[in-house]
């Protein structure tokens, strides 16, 4: 605990503490389902509007570009109004963003739904991030957001299942205003719920902590490797159905196999934020990253029942990095200045993602499939040099 949370009575903290993480996690789950709720219309939407290809793509990367771009907005606002407000204001723009759809009749009126969609889920991860690492101090805010990086699969596992229900009983369009409408109800929630912390506080821990012991070199260091990490999960995941279509596997077998990375993932990010409090960010990084190294490597000349037989394992090293790499930003950064840091990172992390598959397609025209999955284990390894950067510094905040 810092300081300034030990002056409180101990209930008051834990209480706080448990509203931010309700608050957090269940803004984290509600958002990244709106997000992916998308995947589970698109081929609705392709064929009711006739879509060409890259009309459908169009649809993911307006969603996908608005939020990117606008969470350092989002961040500024949250510092200037706060937390509470933003958050709320952001999960019920989110929410009328789907309720809207209810009356869209062209593709140019549900881009611009996914637009209104994107601007509301822009303010998630920077301040829901924020929250959890102000209410968890020290090596407990990387457990706290573990879980809270776990939420959010929860929530892509859920909601878009839900959609993909519904839509068989109802029209996609009232679908999607239903899901909508539950956006107020938890924005609602998150303006009753989220603790209200104090200013002073926030002063109290930047001067205690140094003004942010890691200094900026080391949360720069922390920005390249998750950007490495970022471009090579969504490198894989790319090129991993195409890998295993020439093995041999049918579309219900890639789709299997899909969610076999994905059932992973989702525990790595949880299990991993526990083995980084334990064994430390750095040990776990290199283990992460070199079993995701070691695993892209070994499908390569895996038969298929073998390497479906893998992918659990790929998922959980391959996702698990991410919940250790968030939960070092609050030792490396000043806690006045996380907010504001959380945006930048997760920027660059789905700017980084969604780059990566152009890129590594580029790639894969030049030399092929196989030695472009080479190259990906090749780069996820350079974080590992990388995270020794910030070694010192994670252990003088771990300290602190």
Avoid at 166 to 181: C, D, E, N
Avoid at 218 to 247: C, E
Avoid at 311 to 324: E, F, Q, Y
Avoid at 359 to 378: K, Q
């Amino acid at each position: 605990m810092t300081a300034a949370a030990e002056r409180a009575p101990a209930s008051d903290v834990r209480s706080e503490e448990r509203r931010a993480m309700g608050v957090a996690c269940g803004a984290h789950a509600l958002h990244d389902g709106y997000t992916d709720l998308v995947t589970a219309m698109l081929a609705i939407w392709q064929a009711e509007f006739s879509l060409s290809y890259a009309a459908v793509g169009a649809l993911r990367g307006v969603l996908a570009g608005t939020m990117a771009s606008f969470q350092i907005p989002s961040s500024m606002l949250g510092e200037r109004f706060g937390t509470p407000l933003v958050l709320a204001c952001g999960t019920a723009l989110a929410g009328l963003g789907y309720c809207l759809a209810f009356f869209t009749g062209s593709f140019p009126a549900l881009l611009a739904v996914l637009v209104v969609v994107g601007l509301g889920a822009s303010t998630q991860h920077p301040l829901a991030s924020s929250l959890v690492a102000h209410a968890y101090s020290g090596p407990r805010s990387l457990k706290a957001l573990g879980t809270y990086n776990f939420a959010g699969d929860l929530g892509k596992m859920a909601i878009p299942a839900t959609g993909a229900l519904l839509v068989t009983m109802l029209p996609w369009r009232t679908t999607l205003a239903l899901i909508g409408a539950l956006g107020f109800v938890v924005a609602l929630a998150v303006w009753i719920v989220t603790p209200r912390f104090r200013s002073e506080i926030a002063r109290a821990e930047s001067h205690e902590a140094g003004g942010g012991l890691g200094g900026p070199g080391g949360f720069y260091a922390l920005l390249a490797i998750d950007v490495i990490d970022s471009a090579t999960r969504m490198g894989l995941l790319t090129f991993l159905p195409l890998l295993l279509a020439g093995k041999g596997a049918t579309l219900p077998t890639i789709g299997l196999a899909l969610t076999l990375v994905f059932v992973g993932g989702a525990v790595g990010k949880l299990v991993c934020a526990w083995i980084g409090a334990r064994i430390g960010v750095v040990a776990t990084v290199w283990l992460t990253e070199g079993l995701t190294a070691l695993g892209i490597v070994a499908l390569l000349p895996l038969p298929l029942d073998l390497a479906m037989l893998l992918l659990p394992l790929i998922g959980i090293a391959l996702n698990g990095t991410s919940s250790v790499l968030y939960g070092s930003v609050p030792l490396l950064v000043a806690p006045e200045a996380r907010t504001r840091a959380f945006s930048i990172f997760y920027t660059l992390g789905i700017g980084s993602g969604a780059v990566a598959p152009i890129l590594y397609g580029l790639i894969g025209d030049a030399i092929g499939l196989p030695l472009t999955l080479m190259v990906i284990a090749a780069a996820v390894l350079v974080t590992l040099p990388l995270v020794l950067v910030i070694r010192g510094r994670l252990a003088a905040a771990s300290a602190a």
